[in-house]
């Protein structure tokens, strides 16, 4: 009946709005051309002649949604944190992407990010690359191959880094796009570009024209980075003297959400009410990144404010400003910082709860990328199976403790099984 059909039993935990927890103690998940057909108490008798992948006693959760990370930085994580953001990319962050011309360096650095992300719980990724168009490709093979489903961008900069970095010019930066997207069209299944000007301080206004013409043209998504640090966004307003915001420079280009335009900016730590009310309008996705915005001595992003007005959210890991892909790492981090938050910021609005930071890491940031996240049926089947036994040799621990423990716990180790669109990565 079914061209590609199985079941999968086991613990089950997902979620839908950031306030309801859906959990089926030993039920059975049907996935069916690779998405899902729902989980089931019992196993209904249309299903009963299905394979099925016994993983009783595991906690299985969607996978998980890295909604901003920067792969060639994965070889310096864990250094130069006493630095603040501009200093950091000057000092760590350009330098070592300089590399990434050398097609070798980046094979090596690449090969070990993308086995990494694939043995950890996340899923899905919208990562940044360099201005290097064959080491882009290069990274793009590899996480096609690895049967992860990504959005990758190779970063546009044409202002303020090395020359070995850099493109040269407006016009440079333009053609490199334009080939790298004629190099990958029709090359992938899981696999599509992004458009990535890296932030405003890298892209000249001519640049930005340009790609806003690109976006237009082409409509793909955007990615950039926003509002992280005060330095940074007072640059901003020197650079660009006619906004009226941050997120305004790039509006003025095109590249600001939109119903043709599904854009993701990391961080929106220091937006305040006008920008907050654009992104709202836009549909404009906020990538939170706690562990870089703490790293960076950026701030505490107003989670709960973008939870309340309803601008679309999930989580990032931003290596190398964070220190770890795994997406787990960010819930728990959010919760942190959200406390820190409401104590020392805003006691007026309360600190997340663990329901909803598993929401923004699961289906907050998965729907970027459609109906991905859930369990519900008719959302794209991507499955973390996690042996989460050896945390609880005591009896009687509810899913949802054992979630909120995995939240806080759980290592790569833990993920014995995984699926993507209904494939099984290991
Ligand atoms: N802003 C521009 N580039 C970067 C980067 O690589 N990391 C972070 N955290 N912020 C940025
Ligand atoms: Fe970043």
Not at 252 to 267: D, Q, R, S, V, W
Not at 280 to 306: M, Q, W
Not at 341 to 354: C, E, G
Request: aromatic residues 10%; negative net charge; hydrophobic residues 35%.
């Amino acid at each position: 009946m079914q061209e590609h059909a199985f079941v999968i039993r086991g613990d089950f935990c997902w979620s839908r709005t950031p306030q309801e927890l859906h959990q089926v103690r030993n039920g059975w998940l049907v996935c069916e051309n690779g998405c899902s057909a729902g989980v089931f108490p019992e196993l209904p008798e249309r299903y009963r002649n299905l394979p099925v992948l016994d993983y009783r006693g595991h906690l299985i959760v969607p996978g998980l949604t890295d909604l901003h990370v920067h792969a060639p930085q994965y070889t310096f994580r864990g250094l130069g944190m006493d630095l603040e953001l501009l200093d950091w990319l000057n000092t760590y962050t350009f330098p070592e992407e300089s590399h990434y011309g050398d097609l070798a360096y980046a094979e090596t650095a690449y090969r070990r990010f993308v086995e990494d992300m694939r043995h950890g719980p996340n899923t899905r990724a919208c990562v940044f690359a360099t201005t290097h168009v064959d080491a882009t490709v290069l990274l793009m093979d590899l996480l096609e191959k690895s049967g992860l489903v990504t959005m990758v961008g190779k970063v546009n900069m044409d202002r303020n880094c090395p020359d070995t970095l850099g493109e040269g010019s407006a016009e440079a930066s333009d053609r490199h796009t334009r080939d790298w997207l004629r190099r990958i069209q029709g090359r992938y299944e899981r696999t599509t570009p992004i458009l990535t000007p890296r932030f405003i301080p890298s892209c000249t206004d001519d640049l930005m024209e340009r790609l806003g013409r690109i976006q237009k043209e082409t409509g793909l998504p955007v990615q950039s980075h926003l509002s992280e640090n005060p330095g940074e966004i007072a640059w901003v307003q020197e650079l660009c003297p006619f906004s009226k915001f941050y997120g305004d420079a790039y509006d003025a280009f095109g590249l600001f959400g939109g119903e043709n335009c599904p854009t993701i900016m990391a961080h929106c730590v220091w937006s305040g009410d006008e920008e907050i009310a654009r992104m709202k309008e836009r549909g404009v996705y906020v990538a939170h990144c706690p562990d870089s915005n703490t790293n960076l001595s950026s701030g505490i992003a107003p989670v709960r404010r973008f939870l309340e007005e309803g601008v679309p959210m999930g989580l990032g890991s931003d290596v190398a400003a964070g220190t770890h892909v795994s997406i787990f790492r960010s819930m728990s981090e959010a919760l942190q910082v959200s406390k820190l938050r409401w104590r020392l910021v805003d006691p007026s609005r309360k600190a997340l709860t663990a329901h909803e930071v598993f929401y923004l890491g699961s289906v907050g940031g998965g729907s970027f990328f459609g109906k991905v996240g859930s369990f519900d049926p008719g959302y794209e089947l991507d499955a973390v199976v996690l042996d989460d036994r050896r945390y609880t040799p005591q009896s009687g621990m509810t899913l949802e403790q054992r979630l909120e423990r995995m939240i806080y716990l759980s290592e790569d180790r833990d993920v014995v099984h995984k699926l993507v669109k209904g494939r099984a990565l290991f």
